[in-house]
Structure formats: structure tokens, C-alpha cells
């Protein structure tokens, strides 16, 4: 079965400075893996995907994350940080996109604060 | 990009009645549809998975008869929440897999308040 930990339930930075959110999945099968956004009260927005083509991916807003197999992990990086950046970020993953009725699984949640 | 809607965004009711949640893909056909639920502050939890002209595939601890799930077209699924009770009170957001490419596309949710 697929899951993922989302190692910070909390992040902190100072605006300008990098953002790093960090995941790790299991899946048994080649996964495919998301990050999400969701602002206050707003619905959820795709920030990136890996669906197994190059392991660097880059995202909208200036986020991108890297797929790393051996260690597991696909953390959200930022260079530098926006106070419109504060908001709930998603870790998600899902089977491979050619098998229908599959779900994705969402971790826990990292909030992201920005501060000034 | 593609487009899910929902509606209500927002509704309150009275415990003991039924509120109804429709969950539509604007532009794109959606075999399947996909139930969350997220508590404040928490994280989504998969409710159950609503397939096209079939019966919905429910998650362990949701009960089918509580949560009635309808897929009647490919563009439109339907939550409905029976005899609504305050624990019910929650953010429900759905997603829709597009048929042809298989990403899925989120709902903007609909806020329960149950009095």
C-alpha cells in the first residue's frame, strides 16, 4: 500500500530565505508523486508532479521538487520565500496514472508560516 | 485548465435533515470521482470512490448508508449526507480523473455546518 510522512507538521522561514518541505513515500509500484497547496479556506492547487520522467521537477510559483528513489523522498523546495506563500502544503501520492479508480493519498499536512 | 465545481459551497442545516453536494467537471469527462473529507486543520481523508454507472467503493470506517454516493453522468456525482448530525460538520472536497489522461482536477469544497 502507498503512504507518505511528511516529516514537519510546522515550517517557519523568513521571507527571502529557502523553503524546504520534506516527504518521503512507500509505494510498491513506480509511484507517481504530487504536492499540493491549499490556502485559508481555499480549494487545493497542484504545485508540481513526478510521473516518472526527469526527477527534478519544476513547479509553478517557483517551487520545485526532486524525486530521489534510493532514499525514498521527494521534498518541496523554494529558493526564496513570499509571504504569499504561507498556506497548507499536501504531499500525495498515487499508483501509476494508467490504472483507473486509484485515489491519491494525501499526508499529513506541513503548514508553511512566513514571517516578515 | 480543467474546471471541477461544486455546489454548495457553503451550507448550514438542522440535525436529522439531508443535504445534498454535487460535484461537476465543467470541461472533461470524469469516469471516476473521489470523496475527501478534511477536518480543521487536518488532512483529507479519502471517503470513497464514485465510478461512472456503478456502485461507489467506500473506505474502511465510512458508512454507505449514511454517505450516499451518485454517478449518474460522466461530468456529475452527488454526496448526500442522511439524518446529518454536528460530528458531520465538515469541509467535503471531491477531485474528478479525467478520462482521456487520467489527472485528477480538485472541487473548491463545500463547508457542512450541521446545528
Known amino acids: 500500500a502507498q503512504s507518505v510522512t511528511q516529516l514537519d507538521s510546522h515550517v517557519s522561514v523568513s521571507e527571502g530565505t529557502p523553503v524546504l518541505l520534506r516527504c518521503n513515500y512507500s509505494s510498491s509500484y513506480s509511484p507517481s508523486l504530487f504536492w499540493y497547496v491549499q490556502h485559508p479556506n481555499k480549494g487545493l492547487q497542484l504545485l508540481l508532479k513526478?510521473?516518472?520522467?526527469?526527477?527534478l521537477v519544476k513547479g509553478i510559483n517557483g517551487f520545485e521538487a526532486e524525486f530521489k528513489k534510493s532514499e525514498t523522498s521527494f521534498h518541496l523546495t523554494k529558493p526564496s520565500a513570499h509571504m504569499s506563500d504561507a498556506a497548507e502544503y499536501f504531499c500525495?501520492?498515487?499508483?501509476?496514472?494508467?490504472?483507473?479508480?486509484?485515489?491519491?493519498?494525501f499526508g499529513k499536512g506541513t503548514t508553511l508560516s512566513v514571517s516578515s | 485548465g480543467a474546471v471541477v465545481s461544486q455546489h454548495p459551497s457553503r451550507v448550514i442545516c438542522k440535525s436529522g435533515t439531508s443535504v445534498k453536494i454535487e460535484c461537476r467537471s465543467l470541461d472533461f469527462q470524469a469516469t471516476t470521482m473521489f470523496w475527501y473529507r478534511q477536518f480543521p486543520k487536518k488532512s483529507l481523508m479519502l471517503m470513497a470512490t464514485?465510478?461512472?454507472?456503478?456502485?461507489?467503493?467506500?473506505e474502511q470506517g465510512v458508512e454507505k448508508d449514511k454517505f450516499l454516493i451518485n454517478h449518474a453522468s460522466l461530468t456529475l456525482s452527488t454526496l448526500t449526507v442522511t439524518s446529518a448530525h454536528p460530528e458531520d460538520s465538515s469541509f467535503y472536497i471531491c477531485?474528478?480523473?479525467?478520462?482521456?489522461?487520467?489527472?485528477?482536477?480538485f472541487g473548491p469544497g463545500t463547508r457542512l455546518t450541521v446545528l
Open positions: 477531485s474528478a480523473r479525467d478520462a482521456s489522461s487520467f489527472e485528477q482536477f
Open positions: 464514485s465510478n461512472e454507472g456503478s456502485k461507489a467503493t467506500y
Open positions: 513526478y510521473t516518472s520522467a526527469a526527477t
Open positions: 500525495v501520492v498515487s499508483e501509476p496514472a494508467n490504472q483507473a479508480g486509484t485515489a491519491l493519498i
